[in-house]
Nanobody, 117 residues
Framework: VQLVESGGGLVQAGGSLTLCCEV?????????LGWYRQASGKEREMVAL???????NYADSVRDRFTSSKHNAKNTFYLQMTNLRPEDTAVYYC????????????WGQGTQVTVSS
């Protein structure tokens, strides 16, 4: 299983970005799809976690600003980020856990998001 991310970049505060994570393999075998981020000098934290039933849990800091979605036919899931803040600056990773062996977790390579004030 391979995950390839795209969509990071530099944006001004209040702006928007959409991250994409393309998954090799069948999305129907996925248990959870997640977005995580790691700011410089900090631990990796969960941003959004989508369960197999489609329910998404968001971190309090991003709720109502970020939206996670997926497109099964394209084997891709997304993180739409709006009203970005400087504190959202981090390397963002997509990750997934499968329902079948090997379970994972599997991670993307990470993409940098920088929000300027």
């Amino acid at each position: 299983v391979q995950l390839v991310e795209s969509g990071g970049g530099l944006v001004q505060a209040g702006g928007s970005l959409t991250l994409c994570c393309e998954v090799s393999g069948r999305m129907s075998s996925v248990n959870t799809l997640g977005w995580y981020r790691q700011a410089s000098g900090k631990e990796r934290e969960m941003v959004a976690l989508m369960r197999s039933d489609g329910i998404v849990n968001y971190a309090d800091s991003v709720r109502d600003r970020f939206t996670s979605s997926k497109h099964n036919a394209k084997n891709t899931f997304y993180l739409q980020m709006t009203n970005l803040r400087p504190e959202d600056t981090a390397v963002y990773y997509c990750g997934l856990v499968r329902l079948i062996v090997p379970f994972g977790p599997f991670w993307g390579q990470g993409t940098q998001v920088t929000v300027s004030s």
